[in-house]
């Protein structure tokens, strides 16, 4: 969140209980102290994984993320873990898995953990440090922009039993055995499993699901859509 936004933020049918900035470059974590004083306002601090495939990323901000962590409105360390997506097997996914389990280390006993896995072979890499680094194993986790299918599920739930799964824009515009594999995912999930996201401005639904009379386009009505869309998974409307 930036300051210059949170009315807009607020201007949704919706009815928040509260919203949480997910802070995850270095760069923009001061946004937060211009916001910090809202009610409704929380939290999460971490270092995105793409940034971490170069060396020595998590020293050079560690003093700066742990005094964030320990501050009364973070909710959460993250996001953080592993993303594959555009690295190429080598030195830059060795940085990435070692700054993970770096980052997972310096987790405040309090706070759960936001996770970010994407591309080939992130999945097994990443359950495999969370296996190994997380401690106690019951530590809550939040798989961010989830769009896997329900074996996927099972192997989050067999490495990290505490674990919820964030449904965000993306997983309206899958398609395919894709898109069936995922749905089969979210009708087998309890609704205590279910988290949903904006990921906002970085995950549009294409063509933007407009979820009420009169909305323009925004994140609000994207929230709202897939809030939609989980209820007839779900059955529920």
């Known amino acids: 969140f930036r300051s210059g936004r949170l009315g807009s933020a607020m201007d949704c049918p919706l009815r928040y209980l509260y919203l949480i900035g997910n802070y995850v470059f270095p760069r923009r974590w001061a946004q937060w102290d211009a916001v910090r004083g809202h ?7 971490g270092i995105h994984p793409n940034l971490c495939s170069s060396s020595g990323v998590v020293s050079t901000h560690r003093a700066e993320l742990v005094q964030r962590l320990l501050a009364k409105r973070c909710v959460g360390l993250g996001e953080i873990g592993l ?34 896995c994407r591309g080939e072979g992130a999945l097994d890499d990443c359950l495999e440090i969370l296996r190994q680094q997380l401690r106690p194993p019951t530590v809550a986790v939040q798989v961010h922009c989830f769009l ?3 074996v996927e599920v099972r192997r989050w739930i067999q490495a990290v039993p505490n674990v919820v799964f964030s449904l965000g824009p993306r997983s309206l515009s ?58 007839r998974l779900k059955g529920l409307c």
């Open 39 to 45: 009610e409704l306002l929380y939290s999460t601090f």
């Open 83 to 116: 993303d594959y997506f555009r690295i190429p097997r080598g030195a830059g996914r060795f940085h990435q898995r070692s700054q993970f389990e770096e980052l997972l280390r310096l987790r405040p006993d309090h706070l759960p953990v936001v996770i970010h």
């Open 148 to 150: 896997g299918d329900d």
């Open 174 to 231: 899958l398609a395919g055995d894709e898109a069936a594999g995922h749905e089969r995912a979210v009708r087998g999930l309890p609704l205590d499993r279910i988290v949903l996201e904006t990921d906002a401005p970085y995950l549009q639904h294409p063509g933007r699901v407009l979820a009420w009379a009169g909305s323009t386009p925004s994140p609000r009505s994207d929230l709202y859509a897939v809030g939609q869309w989980v209820g």
